[in-house]
C-alpha cells in the first residue's frame, strides 16, 4: 500500500528554519524521483516546489525557494527531506511530497496520496 507520511511543520517565525521529512513506503523508493509540493491556503493550486531524481541526486527548485530550501534523499531509510531556511510568510502552507512514476523530475505524473501533508505557518 502505498504511504508517505510527512512530519516536521510547525509555526515559525520569518527568517526561521524548519526540516521537513517524509517517510515512504509501498513502492521502490530509491527507484523513483521525489518531490515535494505547498498547498497553499485553500483555493490556491498546488505548488511543486523541489524535486531529486533517483540516478544521482540532481534536484530542481522552484524558484522562490531556489537557495533557501534544499531537498535530500536517504534511500537506506526510503526517506526524503526538506530544509527550509530564511522562511517567509508567503512559504506559508501544507507541504507533503510524492514521487513521479520515474527517476527523473519531469512529467506532471505523480504516485501521490492525498491529505497526509504537513502543515507549516510563517509569521511576520
Known amino acids: 500500500q502505498l504511504q508517505f507520511v510527512n512530519s516536521g511543520g510547525g509555526l515559525v517565525q520569518s527568517g526561521g528554519s524548519l526540516r521537513l521529512s517524509c517517510a515512504a513506503s509501498?513502492?521502490?523508493?530509491?527507484?523513483?524521483?521525489i518531490v515535494w509540493f505547498r498547498q497553499a491556503p485553500p483555493g490556491k493550486e498546488r505548488e511543486e516546489i523541489a524535486?531529486?531524481?533517483?540516478?544521482?541526486?540532481?534536484?530542481d527548485y522552484k524558484e522562490s525557494v531556489k537557495g533557501r530550501f534544499t531537498i535530500s534523499r536517504d534511500n537506506a531509510m526510503s526517506t526524503a527531506y526538506l530544509q527550509m531556511n530564511s522562511l517567509k510568510p508567503a512559504d506559508t502552507g501544507v507541504y507533503y511530497c510524492?514521487?513521479?512514476?520515474?527517476?527523473?523530475?519531469?512529467?506532471?505524473?505523480?504516485?501521490?496520496?492525498r491529505g497526509q501533508g504537513t502543515l507549516v505557518t510563517v509569521s511576520s
Open positions: 510524492a514521487a513521479h512514476p520515474h527517476s527523473d523530475c519531469s512529467g506532471d505524473r505523480y504516485l501521490e496520496v
Open positions: 509501498g513502492f521502490t523508493f530509491n527507484y523513483y524521483a
Open positions: 524535486c531529486i531524481n533517483s540516478r544521482d541526486g540532481s534536484t
